[in-house]
RNA sequence: GCCCUCGUGGUGAAAUUGGUAGACACAAAGGACUUAAAAUCCUUGCCCUUUUGGGAGUGCCAGUUCGAGUCUGGCCGAGGGCACCA
């Protein structure tokens, strides 16, 4: 016998799989259909160890889903627009897209290694103009229903990248990418009008019943919804303004009122400009610190205006009107009432000022003269010092009460307010896709028209410029159309937009007139099971619920609003750190263990820091090289080992003890399958059936399947391993040969998709052609003998093996005849006895 | 500060959804084979007992139940998300 050559045989069933079009897939109605999506890889170099265990989870499922006889669609492509390429190229003096295009090369022919069951016939790449064309379509399609408009305002803008960041791609007060802090900027800008969907994006969450809680819960507290009322509060002073409009959740509180807090953006603000005081004060707030903890924490400070408001539920109360650090200006009107008794902020502020604190609510065990002192009180109570309101159960009631109340005057009315602002889109970079559109001298908007799209990037340009390199094109940059000399919008789109769509695409790589056919869309969408990291809980899913709506907007394109019916969040692969004597991170390669001691190798007297187990980057050298893998234990045991040892929706812990012992499960199989393999090569025609085999192996079809079904992947490969153990003893002893080849090839069947290459050589060993995915049989499910647990009191005390389905009466003969087991309550009295058939009995007893 | 998730051996983890806790794997220790090593195979794994055996045990404390890793309440700890959102 040979011994297993990985190399061979899964380079074999990869040449086969590819000459015979294996796994690309057409719109077959007689057949149901799944989509499996895995998110995407940005072409950055070569794939790592997360982009295995992403594409492993999506292949398992994918193949599984195959043999099932679903017509599955498993596509694969780039998402290749963006910074990296950009500045790689300026280093190296290449061109961006040459750089992408060798990149995707390398990660293709690294991904066809590990055996991925991917129709490479529909691969796409968002930096081809047969790409970007269709998204510059939807672009000016969105511009037309009135979703994508310019305006000028305040940007996150990113100092080192030179470019303009969404809210979303800020964490900390930093760029995502840059990690430079970031700065306010005011520009022209091209808006996303997502907030229009922010109901019925929030609405959709509950139709997710499949997407990990914890991504819908992201989303929500994003999209961001509370419910209140606006009040207009009329103000006196030396300006020409008659009244502040606020918003608040608790209009309930407004006798609790003490003063008025506008943002140092509001409008009210022109009228200070010259005043040097808020100029200062305006200084002062920049100065509070750049992180958003820096600033929730930070002190609060307050500008007073000779303004006064009055309260518009107690006209003979009047309060100050102050600038404050604290109220942002692009939430709600950019301005609060301020209730210190119920609010801490407020209550913050009121003490720095020596404002009065009024309050209104008392909790239900206080009495009426109950008075905030030492903190705000937020919590729910009664209402008291409210005139007419007092006695109102707060909030539910009584915020109901007051809006009310407040309509019927016409002083406010009742406000929902979502915190989720629109998506900016515009980048000042040169690698994305241009946006299809140019101006006149007066700065009018005119869109590109339809029959001149592509607006192709051009190529060989400079890129060693600052800002955007499309700026200094000017031959690029002046067209005319109808006669009219324009010039070229040269922002590109975030290249998140690109990845908005991209599922889409999928079903119609090659429809040239439109981004995709309806009549594909219909039969493929939705994503029946999307797999990716958690990092796109908010960014790149919201982005994609907003877009399939947004396109939907108006023309109906779809019978189905959300992409992704299913969402799986798989975790990161980890692996300790190291540094040595002077700091320097080491890559694993470098250091080895002698005496239980990890140095430096072929260094043994310089000893490494250990550091803990984290997600593998490039910055801490912890990486593990899938190539290097590959080439030296084989596909299938990187693919068997990257999901054996956590559930596919923790982190991992990479292992090279662990990834050994997956290479030498295979080879240990092999060795089997040949003995396995000369066994039944022997005539068996009078060759009983063993039903215990039967029964074993019809159990893992079982198992398997189910835990195929709930992603617990790990439990499948103790699975395997459980066949492998219980097969290695089976086959010293007498063997049935017919019960062991028939359901034998079921197993080689459901190790298929965890170990394709290993699994089909096998099968082709034993002659097998047509595979399908094996029903278990449920007459195999049950034994007709069971190990009854025996109870004392509650606490086991003995196994007895009996017959199925015994009675009670006949369960407690053979315990009275057990010596072991009688002696525990030969003495007492049994009080009572609990059965639970074919599981075990209780004997309760008198102590 | 608010929200979410999770606490099981030395480690990663299983547990038919309330019914034998620790499957499967890694590491460790001891043993077999070997001149030796590697590889392979076997055994062990908390406490008491020489053994038979007995006891404790799923972060901690209560509760529900004949029975709790699983359900309820409180506490402690870890991880993640949001962060002046009025």
Redesign the pocket.
Known sequence: MERYNFKRVEEEWQKKWESSKEFSTKVDRTKKKFYCLEMFPYPSGKIHMGHVRNYTIGDVLSRYKSLKGFNVLHPMGWDAFGMPAENAARENNLDPKDWTNSNIKTMKSQLKKLGLSIDWSREISTCSESYYKHQQIFFLELLEKGLVYRKENYVNWDPVDETVLANEQV?DGKGWRSGAIVERKKLSQWFFNISKFSEDLLKGLEELKTWP??VK??QK??I?K?F?SEIDFKVTGDIPVKSIKC????PDTLFGLSFIAI?IDHEISKYYINDSGFQKFKEECSK?GTT??A????E?IGFKTNLTATNPLNLAQKVPVYFA????MD??F?A?FGCPAH?Q?DFDFAKKYNLEINTVVKPYDENDNFKVTNEAYPGPGTLINSEFLNGLDAPNESVNETIKILEARNIGKKQT?Y?LKDWGVSRQRYWGCPIPVAYDTSGKVYPIPIEKLPVKLPENINLKVKGNPLDHLNDWKEIEIDGKKLIRETDTLDTFVCSSWYYLRFCSPNNHDYGFSKDEIDYWMPVDQYIGGVEHA?LHLLYSRFFMRAIDYKNKNFNIQEPFQSLFTQGMVCHETYKDKNNNWLRPDEVEKVNNIVVKKNNPDHEVKVGPSESMSKSKKNVIDPEFIIENYGADSVRLFIL????PE?D??W?E??MV?SY?FIQ?FWILHNEILNVVKKNSSNDKRDENLEKFLNKTIFKISNNLEKF?Y??I??NM??TY?YLVKYIKEEVSVISLKENYIKILICFLPVIPHFANECLKTLGIKKINWPDYEKYLMDDDEV?Y?I?V?????G?IKSEKNISQDKLMNLIKNNEKLTRFFKKNEIK?V?F?KN??I?I?INE
Request: aromatic residues 6%; positive net charge; charged residues 25%.
């Open positions: 964490i809680n914890k819960v992201m507290n994003w961001g509370s209140g918003f608040t959740t608790r943002s509070t958003e903890e600033i929730a924490i930070g609060k650090n604290f109220v942002l939430y709600g950019g609060v609010d902020r307010n915190r908010i054996s040892d956590s559930p923790k991992v812990q292992s003890q662990g012992s030498k240990k617990q790990n439990v490969v103790a391993y459980e153990n190990n647990v109870q009191n509650g606490k086991k005390k196994l009572k609990i639970v599981r075990l209780n309760l």
